[in-house]
């Protein structure tokens, strides 16, 4: 949300750069965890075979698809200057195409375990931590915005896509470095695919025990 919003001459009110950490933050400490506990845990369908492999694959259609909607967001509102509310392309929308591809990549991450509960829970964690995220952000951003932040919440939804609002507006000025920035943020979630890889030749060897299993 926060990065949704830039000000005149790039001043931001304090306070601005903090919810921006937060974000960060939040998504390296779900991905940590979540990584963490699937070390032990494995799907009732066996590695190698056709559900398990498909359920696998159709997770990294969506971390795919999490990554480029997250550089998508970045073009629209990384060259953004004047203090205003960014409301064309992916905020057109919903009002945090960050959060929202984001969360569709952390339910790609899961889908690697080659679980639906894997899809299913990775997603909702993603989005009940973003949640508290995107209240203390839109309280924030009301006091500094005002009205036409305010139009703009009663018009978008804060999270699910509509997609009968969408417009295309105008992506502003470009800024390569916002984008190499999301790019590099987006990578963590890649790191899932061999990672996964590892942990399901680590249990088949008896290396990490199995003390979990989802379907």
Request: charged share 15%.
């Amino acid at each position: 949300m926060v990065d949704d919003v830039k000000f005149a001459n790039d001043n931001p009110p304090a306070g601005l750069g903090g919810y921006q950490q937060m974000r960060r933050l939040v998504l390296a400490v779900l991905v940590v965890m979540l990584f963490a506990a699937l070390l032990f845990g494995q799907s009732t369908f066996p590695p190698d075979t056709p559900m398990h492999e498909s359920i696998e694959m159709f997770g990294v259609l969506l971390i795919f698809l999490g990554v480029v909607g997250r550089l998508w967001s970045t073009l629209y509102i990384g060259g953004r200057k004047s203090s205003e509310v960014v409301s064309g392309g992916p905020y057109s929308i919903t009002r945090n195409p960050l959060y929202v591809f984001s969360t569709v990549a952390a339910a790609g991450v899961g889908a690697q375990i080659g679980s639906f509960s894997g899809i299913v829970l990775f997603a909702l964690l993603c989005a009940g931590a973003f949640h508290i995220v995107i209240l203390r952000e839109e309280k924030f951003l009301r006091q500094a915005l005002g009205a036409p932040y305010e139009a703009y919440l009663a018009r978008v939804p804060r999270f699910f896509p509509k997609l009968s609002l969408y417009q295309e507006g105008d992506t502003g000025s470009f800024r390569p470095r916002l984008l190499l920035n999301t790019l590099l943020d987006g990578l963590v979630f890649l790191v899932a695919l061999p990672a996964f890889e590892l942990i399901d030749g680590a249990q088949q060897s008896g290396m990490l025990p199995v003390w979990f299993r989802l379907p």
